[in-house]
């Protein structure tokens, strides 16, 4: 078929994602926990194009979206979509103005932070609703859980805010289950002895392992993030989750490699016979981790697993496809999906799911679709 000068070209690597697979993975989310949703759309949605997912999910009614900083929540909020912002981590004090005036919702460490918030509030004569975050072992933010209830009178002296929810975060539900529970205890005493849900509208603790593995008594609101993407942190939950995003690249050549012949950089695979390599437009420069190199990954092509021969490189990499003859150039390939699930990428690669979805480039274009 003949081009046109500067016409589009098909791409060499997109990334398929269900929304309607979104969708129900929020729903198990709901059934699980029975408590409402944050539902966190961090780093780009972990990749999964915030904008979109943001739309697709308010349909659905979530509380809150849960975003790492005010760039996220003004690209939310940008886009049209009405639901509760809320800022999982520290603010910095130039962009409070904003999370003022836009009315989103920040969690507070600090009694610095909660008097900022207060004197910018009664100066915009409004009431800011803000969430206390409490350090229960994640050592990252929040006010130390022992200090906390001393702290409470100058907090609730503030006018400018209404301290309407209490959040803590897991950093170890998916590994530590002894440790895990001891934190739900002291997270459950701590909001008990505070007024539990009589002093707080929204009480939270659990992340996807969380909401997945434990009880979420006393809490009300959960805060899913990486099983809304089809991957459980738990892997006895994996069957009740639906793949979100398929990572797709193309067959682009194919040769036929003597024995002896070195494949990619370094020439750390050799050939040991006769070899017919197929060559893929993915690499690290998609996303594609080079960290798989010479670590047994594979890919998906036409009902079957090939696997990776040598290194990755930045915008290719190739594949042994000499028992397969009816490969041919355009064949489609799955790096991830349903065949290939993320989390045995990850794993091969040495690190977590979250890292491979969030680090898939600006050059890999997303497809979205409903069914």
């Not at 990572?247 to 003597?258: A, G, H, M, N, Y």
């Not at 050799?270 to 690290?284: F, N």
């Amino acid at each position: 078929m003949d081009h046109p000068i500067g016409a589009p070209s098909p791409p060499r690597a997109w990334a398929e994602i269900d929304l309607s697979a979104l969708r129900h993975n929020l729903e198990v989310a709901r059934e699980i926990s029975s408590c409402a949703v944050m539902a966190v759309v961090k780093a780009g949605a972990y990749g999964h194009e915030l904008e979109t997912v943001a739309r697709t999910l308010a349909q659905a009614d979530v509380a809150f979206f849960g975003v790492a900083n005010v760039g996220e929540a003004r690209r939310i909020a940008d886009a049209g979509v009405t639901t509760r912002i809320y800022l999982l981590g520290a603010t910095w004090a130039d962009e409070r103005a904003e999370i003022v005036a836009r009315g989103w919702t920040p969690c507070l460490s600090s009694l610095d932070e909660a008097r900022d918030f207060d004197q910018l509030a009664q100066a915009a004569n409004v009431r800011l609703k803000v969430h206390l975050a409490v350090d229960t072992g994640m050592g990252r933010g929040g006010f130390v859980a022992d200090d906390l209830p001393h702290q409470m009178p100058q907090l609730e002296a503030l006018d400018g805010i209404e301290i309407e929810g209490l959040g803590s975060h897991l950093p170890s539900a998916d590994e530590d289950e002894t440790f895990t529970r001891e934190q739900f205890t002291r997270f459950t005493n701590l909001a008990q002895a505070l007024g539990g849900r009589d002093r707080f509208k929204w009480i939270h603790l659990s992340n996807s392992a969380g909401l997945l593995g434990y009880p979420s008594s006393p809490c009300n609101l959960v805060r899913p993030g990486l099983m809304l993407y089809g991957i459980s942190p738990l892997p006895k939950f994996q069957d009740k989750l639906k793949n979100v995003m398929s990572l797709k690249s193309r067959v682009t050549l194919i040769r036929e490699l003597p024995a002896g012949h070195g494949v990619s950089y370094g020439r750390t695979f050799i050939t040991q016979r006769p070899t017919r390599v197929a060559t893929i437009g993915i690499g690290y420069g998609d996303g594609y981790p080079r960290h798989l190199s010479g670590q047994g990954a594979e890919v998906w092509i036409k009902g079957h697993r090939h696997p990776l021969l040598g290194r990755v490189t930045m915008d290719q990499i190739m594949i042994d496809v000499t028992d397969h003859a009816d490969i041919e150039v355009g064949d489609e390939v799955e790096v991830f999906g349903p065949h290939l699930r993320v989390d045995e990428v990850a794993a091969k690669a040495g690190t977590i799911a979250w890292e491979i979805l969030t680090g898939i480039t600006p050059r890999v274009v997303r497809v979205h679709h409903t069914e």
